[in-house]
């Protein structure tokens, strides 16, 4: 049985395509949270993309670094997926992707399965 929260936010999902959740990161771990993963993205970007792309992306973030995996198991991001997906849901793959500074704006893009 969904509680109120997530039967509001199951419903948004299905109606529009996504929710937003208040605080799945607080705003005080946002700062830190963010020059954490600059860091990441500047020691392990792919130099490639950084050169001609101006992006930091670093392939498969949760295989070198966790800091982001508290909040992807959130319980209420959880329990959302679990009435959309069912039980036997998981992450498969994360990506730390970073525009840099007075990178352009470049045209939308989607990757799988909506490309």
Request: with cysteine; glycine share 4%.
């Amino acid at each position: 049985m969904l509680s109120p929260e997530i039967r509001a936010y199951d419903n948004q999902v299905r109606k529009a395509g996504y929710c937003v959740i208040p605080n799945v990161i607080p705003a005080a771990a946002c700062e830190p949270l963010r020059q954490h993963l600059h860091s990441i993205g500047t020691k392990l970007r792919r130099k490639e993309g950084y050169t001609s792309l101006q992006v930091s992306a670093v392939m498969g973030l949760l295989s070198v670094d966790q800091s982001v995996a508290q909040y992807l198991a959130d319980q209420r991001v959880l329990a959302i997926l679990e009435s959309l997906l069912g039980k036997n849901i998981r992450i498969s793959f994360t990506s730390l992707l970073i525009n840099e500074l007075r990178k352009r704006r470049t045209n939308m893009h989607a990757d799988w399965p909506f490309n």
